[in-house]
């Protein structure tokens, strides 16, 4: 029996970690004799592989996105085929019987599905077992709605290994997202509280590496590995062990990961961060969601800004080449200029590293936030989340506008572009740490904002880039002029220009000497030859020829510093 599992959208590709779950679900449906399908995508090509794949059954992942799409895909699989369909994923705790009624669904599957849609599908496609046995279901029987609770499953290492096989996008490859644990110990405000989220259950490391070993087998293309559960440095001895993991897996490939931490947990062993990055640790991310203690505290995050920042400089300082971070707009009145603030002194002390985004916050079906919101003197919008989204408020401070939310946004991202920006201008950014980025950018597609910034400056990214490349060197303190010779970092009929009757570049009005050093910065001649050639041609205005090689020098690094040239070394 065919079951088409679906992700859908109506705008963009779903991102992976949002179907991950749903090749966990093909597997538990393989193993009970199913023939599941995987569809993620927009939801028009839908239909269509439907109609090509017959299935006797139709699920969906429903979240707080998609939940209309939903509703709109199921009127026209009943009408068409009039095959049961079944609504699970995060959003189904909100889902009651108006939303059965208006889309006919025919069944709301709650919390964890790998046990429960098995024993659904038996009852609805064969007859067998009953209906009210199933945990979690909810229903209209007869213009009545039922329901029943949710369970949880509570050894995840006997659930059967993601079914990436099933999958209709053949030309899409797969697992390089894992979870190595369901729930979480804490309880944020505004954090979706699923049935499966107030439980903590772990799996084993070593079923968590037989995992990462198929996948890899199966991805030859696989570099980077994501674990996106929140579960997974809540103890030292635990990530030391899928740590010892890890080192003996990249012997044979060499693979990275990524994951979440909360600096509330980790702050009391955070020197195991050397030993992840040895185990290929190259992103980790962390909640801050405001620069005001007060805030957080009410957020209920249990973390302190102080051990935000000690933890991000000593991350920083130990070598890792990404720490993501998220700022909430539109939450709890902050006081003034509290998250620029903190934004700065992140910038500060973690430069090239610290990777900040922003975000609306986002009143989930069941958070404290959604069902109390003048608790947090904040007002709810839209609540059928017909209009809003990310790219708009959902939530708003009272008596604050959805304007004035999107416009303090839209200030808190210029704030951070001109600190990056600045960082950049300056050449404030160890060498080490921009090459590390566009390692993790070009090399594993894990690209920062701090990749784009840097690409944003022309001069920057070309010199970077040679230098990435090793197709070019940074000027040491000490040049060896014997051996050095320079190279611009760009064409100079693309750069140059002379509109107002003299030579200028990148808004900089060049003297002759300086124009007549970047013609012959060209890799075809040692400083020894330039130095030289230039000293025969102003050498008469210096006092003797120390202060001309003085000079000569200074303007070497000068150019160096907005990213004009590199060197090679013969």
């Known amino acids: 029996m065919k079951i088409l599992l679906c992700n859908v959208s109506k705008k963009y590709e779903t991102a992976s970690h949002d179907y991950a779950g749903l ?147 053949k030309d899409r490859a797969y697992g390089n997202v894992i979870f190595t644990g369901r729930g979480c110990p804490y309880r944020c405000a505004y954090c979706a509280p699923s049935p499966g989220k107030r439980s903590v259950r772990l799996r084993s490391i070593p079923r968590v590496l ?38 003996e897996l990249r012997k044979e490939r060499d693979l990275v990961w990524y994951c979440e931490c909360h600096v509330g947990r980790i702050k009391s062993f955070m020197d195991v961060l050397p030993s992840m990055i040895d185990a290929g640790l190259i992103r980790l991310q962390i909640g801050i969601e405001s620069g005001d203690q007060n805030v957080i505290d009410r957020y209920n995050k249990h973390v302190r800004i102080d051990d935000i920042l000690e933890f991000v400089s000593y991350a920083a300082e130990c070598g890792l080449a990404q720490i993501a971070t998220n700022f909430i707009v539109g939450g709890p009145k902050e006081r003034e200029g509290a998250t620029a603030d903190l934004i700065r002194e992140l910038i500060d002390r973690a430069p090239g590293v610290i990777d900040i985004i922003t975000g609306f916050l986002r009143a989930y079906p069941g958070t404290e936030i959604s069902e109390n919101p003048e608790k947090f003197g904040l007002r709810l919008h839209d609540e059928s989340g017909r209009r809003t989204g990310d790219d708009y408020p959902f939530v708003t401070p009272i008596g604050e506008t959805q304007d004035q939310v999107m416009r303090q946004r839209q200030e808190l991202n210029k704030a951070i572009r001109r600190g990056m920006q600045q960082k950049i201008k300056n050449r404030e950014l160890k060498r080490e740490t921009v090459m590390k980025q566009f390692e993790a950018a070009l090399k594993y597609r894990m690209k920062s904002r701090w990749f784009g910034e840097i690409a944003a400056n022309p001069r920057a990214y070309e010199y970077y880039s040679l230098l990435y490349a090793n197709e070019g060197e940074a000027f040491e303190e000490s040049m060896d002029f014997s051996r050095d010779f320079p190279l611009r970092t760009f064409e100079l009929w693309r750069a140059m220009t002379f509109s107002d009757g003299f030579p200028q570049l990148d808004g900089m009005a060049l003297s002759p000497m300086e124009y007549e050093l970047l013609l012959r910065c060209a890799g075809k001649r040692s400083l020894s030859t330039i130095q030289t050639e230039l000293y025969e041609l102003f050498g008469g205005s210096y006092e003797d020829e120390g202060e001309f090689h003085r000079t000569l020098v200074e303007m070497l690094h000068r150019f160096e510093a907005k990213y004009w040239l590199t060197h090679f070394v013969i």
């Not at 193993?31 to 028009?44: N, Q, R, S, T, W």
């Not at 213009?143 to 659930?159: K, Q, R």
Request: with cysteine; hydrophobic share 40%; charged share 25%.
């Open 23 to 169: 090749f966990y679900l093909a597997g538990a449906l393989e193993a009970a004799g199913f023939e599941p399908l995987v569809f993620h995508g927009k939801a028009e090509r839908l239909l269509d592989e439907i109609a090509r794949h017959n299935p006797v059954a139709v699920g969906f992942s429903c979240d707080f996105d998609n939940v209309r799409i939903i509703e709109d895909a199921s009127k026209k699989i009943k009408e068409r085929w009039g095959i049961p369909v079944v609504v699970g994923g995060p959003q189904s705790i909100a889902l009651g019987r108006a939303f059965l009624e208006n889309s006919g669904v025919d069944y709301i599957l709650r919390g964890e599905g790998e046990t429960s849609l098995p024993i659904l599908l038996d009852a609805v496609l064969k007859g067998e077992g009953e209906l009210g046995e199933v945990k979690g279901l909810a229903m209209l029987e007869n213009g009545v709605f039922h329901e029943t609770p949710p369970e949880i499953v509570g050894d995840l290492d006997a659930l059967p290994l993601p079914a990436y096989h099933t999958s209709l996008h």
């Open 210 to 247: 037989e995992e990462i070993t198929i996948n890899l087998k199966n991805n030859p293309g696989m570099r980077c590995l994501v674990v996106m559960d929140d579960t997974f440095t809540l103890g030292r001895e635990r990530i030391e062990a899928f740590c010892e993991g890890m080192r």
